[in-house]
Every structure is written in structure tokens, then in C-alpha cells.
């Protein structure tokens, strides 16, 4: 029997790699809002703070943190 994908391996390869490229961009996006998000979680409950506009401006603090430690190298 003859292989159904003979002479479309270019075809499929480009496909791939199309689609890879597709799901590492959309990783890379969310990153920045799930961080958030977990660092907000995760303030709130080491802390038990209820107040929504204290434990956002500390996850902003945290978030510009470890950005530059990512920047510096500091996270590996």
C-alpha cells in the first residue's frame, strides 16, 4: 500500500512548526496574567488580606521583582 503522506512532508513540516510557533506565542502572552493572578492568590492567602487594592499594589511590587531579577539572571 502506498503511504498517504508521501510527497507532503514539506507540507506537514511547515504545518508544525506553524503550529508550535502558535502555542509558544500564546504561552508567552498569558504568562504576565497568570503570574498575576497567582501572585494575587497567593498574597491573599499567606496574609489574609481582603483588601483587593493592598494585595494588587504588593502583587505589582512582586511582579516588578522578579522581573528584573528574570533581566539580571537572577531566576534560573
Known sequence: M??????????????????SACYNNMIVE???????????RTIRASMKQSNT????KLADYDYQCISV?????GLR
Open 2 to 19: 502506498d503511504n498517504p503522506v508521501a510527497g507532503y512532508s514539506q507540507c506537514l513540516a511547515a504545518a508544525c512548526f506553524q503550529v
Open 30 to 40: 498569558c504568562f504576565q496574567s497568570r503570574l498575576m493572578l497567582y501572585l494575587v
Open 53 to 56: 487594592k493592598h494585595v494588587q
Open 69 to 73: 531579577m528574570v533581566k539580571q539572571g
